[in-house]
């Protein structure tokens, strides 16, 4: 049976459920769990690494096999501080020069006018885990990875890849631009998704700033089906499934944190549009804290099954607990991004040939406050589904500053 994804859930969501068994978490547990950070992160490595002596290894081989390995630093500030014209011959000298006007061209369409992410952006750290993804130890002899299929085949009708097509689309205008009009060959599809996840994140207020490499080689096979995570799915089946991918359980648990930013859509279709915590658009570790309900979380927020599943699970809880603590979004983002970079190479064959372009990403923001808080507050305590309540759910996907009437708001039914 075909199966629903649920990391970096944009569209996809189970009934919002407050309160699961066993999930009475306190902060004081909090702080008792978050200082054993012995839980391991992942650290095998991939690809052409595995084999390649250290004697042959580029400068991106050494620096990858650094993170891979749980060392070195997955963030960076590194930026260009001059933007070269497309036609001139320095931008095709430069592997990164092309991918700032992308980045440039992205950040525009990822974050709205209140400062807040849009769903573009949720769209395309989705698309960059849904291709990737595919891939498994199991099965890596049949494909898969970060390769580009999911928008070069037609991996975007599956069912699990639901709530992508507009940025699926969006992907193919400027890949067909900057490869085919501009002339831009070293442009794959497989490098677009996975930059544009980065610059989605750092686009997001409070995102880590991820070190990306570009280099990665497209393909038209489609990646094998089953092997993207349920929202309904049991802690001890998704924990083996994505060690199969190499992540650990900490791994799992940083990556689930994205959740942070979204909104779902069709799993209940009668609450479209209700967050996975009370600050989407936003990069914050509220996410966390609520999942394990350490934090009151507003009526309208839903928590997914899998994700309660793994709040709830030994295993997986002290990670929750972790990223929930007193210094959890400086831990998460370093380990989000950790991560998000392994991610991003599943699949991947010639590491060691790639290109870091983590200059060519956004500024970062390190600092964010809701101009628009107070609307947003009285939309998060009603689970109502009227007219006015979409339209502020509306506000927020597309990043935009929330205008609605006290009439308008006046006018409501009592919610449920």
């Known amino acids: 049976m075909k199966i629903f994804s649920y990391l970096f859930l944009v569209a996809l969501s189970a009934r919002g459920t407050a309160c699961f068994p066993g999930m009475g978490a306190t902060m004081k547990e909090i702080g008792l769990v978050a200082r054993d950070q012995n839980s391991p992160s992942s650290t095998e490595l991939l690809g052409d690494l595995l084999t390649l002596p250290d004697r042959q290894l580029t400068r991106s081989g ?78 890596s002899s049949q494909g898969g990875g970060a390769d580009g299929s999911i928008i070069l085949t037609n991996e975007l009708s599956r069912v699990e890849n639901s709530g992508m097509s507009e940025m699926g689309d969006q992907y193919r205008t400027i890949y067909a631009r900057y490869r085919n009009e501009l002339g831009y060959t070293s442009v794959t599809m497989a490098d677009l998704l996975q930059f544009g996840s980065s610059v989605a994140t750092v686009v997001c207020p409070l995102g880590p700033r991820i070190r990306t490499w570009v280099g990665r080689p497209d393909s038209t096979r489609p990646a094998p089906e089953n092997l993207l995570p349920s929202p309904f799915g049991d802690a001890v089946s998704l924990i083996e499934m994505f060690q199969n991918k190499t992540i650990s359980p900490r791994g799992l648990v940083a990556l689930l944190g994205s959740h942070t930013t979204s909104q779902q859509h069709f799993v209940n279709t ?4 209700d967050p996975q915590d009370s600050t989407p658009g936003v990069w914050d570790n509220l996410y966390f804290k609520e999942t394990m309900n350490a934090a009151r979380s507003p009526q309208r927020v839903y928590t997914l099954p899998s994700d309660a599943n793994l709040a709830n699970h030994e295993t997986t809880r002290r ?20 991560e998000a970079i392994r991610l991003s190479l599943l699949g991947v064959n010639n590491i060691n040939t790639m290109t870091e372009c983590t200059r060519a990403l956004p500024r970062s923001t390190h600092s964010f406050r809701n101009r628009d808080q107070r609307m947003i507050d009285r939309w998060l305590e009603r689970v109502d589904a009227s007219a006015v309540w979409r339209k502020i759910s509306r506000f927020i996907e597309d990043g935009a500053v929330v205008k609605v009437s006290e009439e308008e708001l006046n006018n409501t039914r009592t919610p449920r």
């Open 62 to 139: 050494r620096h990858v096999k650094e993170l891979l390995s749980g060392r070195g630093r997955p963030e960076s500030e590194d930026r260009n501080f001059v933007k070269h014209g497309l036609n001139g011959w320095w931008c095709r000298f430069d592997t990164c020069c092309v991918w700032q006007h992308i980045a440039d061209e992205l950040e525009v369409l990822f974050r709205g006018d209140s400062g807040r992410c849009t769903r573009f952006a949720r769209q395309a750290v989705r698309l960059g885990f849904h291709d990737a993804g595919t891939w498994s130890k199991a099965t």
């Open 270 to 273: 009668t609450r479209p549009g």
């Open 319 to 338: 990670g929750f607990a972790l990223y929930a603590g007193r210094d959890g979004q400086r831990v998460w983002n370093r380990d989000y991004a950790r």
